[in-house]
């Protein structure tokens, strides 16, 4: 267990309104992802952080944004969700070079 | 051409046989490769990882890397029911914080 917590776990939201997702770890670890998992596409990279208030894009981080305030917390937020963001978000952590997942937020936007 | 390729299946196998899955990457610079398995509605949980070339074994789960063809697979020996899932390869490219890059995985279907 990499001692990893999503919040919420599933969520439905109409399209425009703004979206927190929040990943929480107790290990203290200083690289933290967000992912995005679709049919087809497979899992996605959003943004990751290489530690507090550092954080980049990835391959898909149009319409997200993301903060790290403190080492256990990093928050992903969609600005103004749209059904295009319909998807399963999975956090990460890494590990000595390996990254482990929390256990996912399902979101829907209407 | 994605950059990590795997056949979707379901790749079918009688319980006890060998089950092998297969992944190819197109980025030379690739040097850390992953398997991680995912049940339905559930989240990734990593089962190998291998970082140079050759075979590495761990119980039933054996991983080779051919960096030369690009090519990584896990073999499942004795299969079981409760092996059937996804399997989802990953690589990752020297200094990328972790950063990586999935296949879009191979469902595995373990019959009786």
């Known amino acids: 267990d990499a001692g990893i917590t999503q919040s919420p776990r599933h969520k439905v939201t109409e399209t425009g309104t703004p979206v927190t997702l929040r990943c929480h770890q107790t290990e203290n670890h200083r690289y933290m992802y967000w992912y995005r998992q679709d049919p087809g596409h497979g899992l996605r990279l959003i943004h990751y952080s290489y530690g507090v208030k550092d954080t980049d894009k990835g391959e898909v981080s149009d319409g997200y944004s993301v903060s790290r305030s403190k080492t256990e917390d990093f928050l992903l937020t969609l600005e103004s969700a749209t059904s295009s963001q319909t998807s399963v978000y999975f956090c990460?952590?890494?590990?000595?070079?390996?990254?482990?997942f929390g256990q996912g937020t399902r979101l829907t936007v209407v | 051409q994605k950059e990590v390729e795997q056949n979707s299946g379901p790749l079918s196998v009688p319980e006890g046989a060998i089950a092998s899955l297969n992944c190819t990457y197109s980025?030379?610079?690739?040097?850390?490769f992953f398997w991680y398995r995912q049940y339905s509605g559930k989240s990734p949980e990593l089962i190998m990882s291998i970082y140079s070339n050759g075979d590495k074994e761990d119980g039933r789960f054996t991983a080779q890397l051919n960096k030369a063809s690009q090519y990584v697979s896990l073999l499942i020996r004795d299969s079981q029911p409760s092996d059937s899932a996804t399997y989802l390869c990953?690589?990752?490219?020297?200094?990328?914080?972790?950063?990586?890059?999935f296949g879009t995985g191979t469902r595995l279907q373990v019959t009786l």
């Open positions: 990460a952590i890494s590990f000595q070079g390996e990254a482990f």
């Open positions: 990953a690589v990752k490219r020297a200094g990328t914080a972790s950063k990586l890059t």
């Open positions: 980025d030379r610079g690739s040097q850390s």
